[in-house]
């Protein structure tokens, strides 16, 4: 198995998809190079502001939902749910974030992804994110 890398991977991210008072995206990162790739466990992810600067605190991953290794070929897409409670139902403090920086498993470079959804609590008390693993597809 070799490892997809930073250089080798897009990053995108799928419309809001809510229900329930959550607010559910996928993150996406799709193999745009030529060679056949795997990705294993959780993207990093972070809130920032134009300046590149952490908005929130970093959201916290799913342990209930087992990582598996998801084999990527030319064009393939493997996705992550990214999810919150949305924060005007639990009162905190809000930002908008500008970018969501999302970095493949086992990489340190990050990828910036401009952010679509709306804001999200800053203060990590209450509707903190969390992220699932990554699955095979684009979230769709």
């Known amino acids: ?16 998809r809510p229900g329930a008072g959550q607010s559910n995206f996928a993150v996406v990162l799709t193999n745009g190079s ?3 790739c795997t990705l294993y466990g959780f993207p ?6 134009g300046a590149g600067e952490a908005v929130t605190p970093n959201p916290e ?5 087992a990582e598996r290794a998801v084999t990527l070929n030319p064009g393939d897409s493997a996705w992550s749910t990214l ?9 905190v403090t809000t930002v ?3 970018a969501l920086l999302v970095t493949p498993p086992d990489e340190t470079d990050p990828i910036t992804v401009r952010w679509t959804g709306d804001k999200v609590s800053n203060t990590g008390k209450a509707s903190v994110p969390w992220v699932s693993p990554l699955m095979p597809g684009n979230g769709a």
Do not use: K, W
């Not at 990093?44 to 502001?49: I, L, P, S």
């Not at 991953?61 to 939902?65: F, I, M």
């Open 96 to 98: 908008t974030p500008a």
């Open 34 to 36: 030529r060679r056949t």
């Open 1 to 16: 198995m070799r490892r997809c890398h930073t250089s080798e991977v897009r990053a995108s991210l799928g419309p809001n």
């Open 83 to 91: 999810s919150y409670t949305n924060p005007a139902i639990t009162g």
């Open 44 to 49: 990093g992810v972070a809130f920032v502001n």
């Open 61 to 65: 991953r799913a342990t209930d939902q």
